[in-house]
């Protein structure tokens, strides 16, 4: 059965970091498109980043480039999403997402998610 975990969510302030993990069950091979995803109360689910695990060729929406960055441990079939510069408008759930070949329109595999607050 296909997991994916995330974890470090948690409530920091205006302009601080965390760094979110996102621990897979399958290897790298078998989720070539991996996604992050954020949903905040009352809004829609917003594309954060995308990261192909074969090249490391990776995407960030506008609103988090140049403060967010994806990277992986192969060895421990782990993404991370680590966050600087963290705004109050960074306030979400985020979710780590992955399809086996190719990035599909609508991710086949979603973690649970993990919360993030920034206060200001």
């Known amino acids: 059965q296909v997991q994916l975990v995330e974890s470090g969510g948690g409530s920091v302030q205006a302009g601080g970091s965390l760094r979110l993990s996102c621990v897979a069950s399958?290897?790298?091979?078998?989720?070539?498109?991996m996604r992050w995803f954020r949903q905040a109360p009352g809004k829609e689910r917003e594309w954060v980043a995308t990261?192909?695990?074969?090249?490391?060729?990776?995407y960030y929406a506008d609103s988090v480039k140049g403060r967010f960055a994806v990277s992986q441990d192969r060895a421990k079939n782990t993404m991370y999403l680590q966050m600087n510069t963290l705004k109050p408008e960074d306030s979400a759930m985020y979710y780590c997402?992955?399809?086996?070949?190719?990035?599909?329109?609508?991710?086949?595999?979603w973690g649970q998610g993990t919360q993030v607050t920034v206060s200001s």
């Open positions: 990261f192909y695990t074969v090249n490391y060729i990776t």
């Open positions: 399958m290897d790298t091979y078998d989720r070539a498109c």
């Open positions: 997402a992955a399809d086996r070949v190719r990035c599909l329109v609508s991710p086949t595999y």
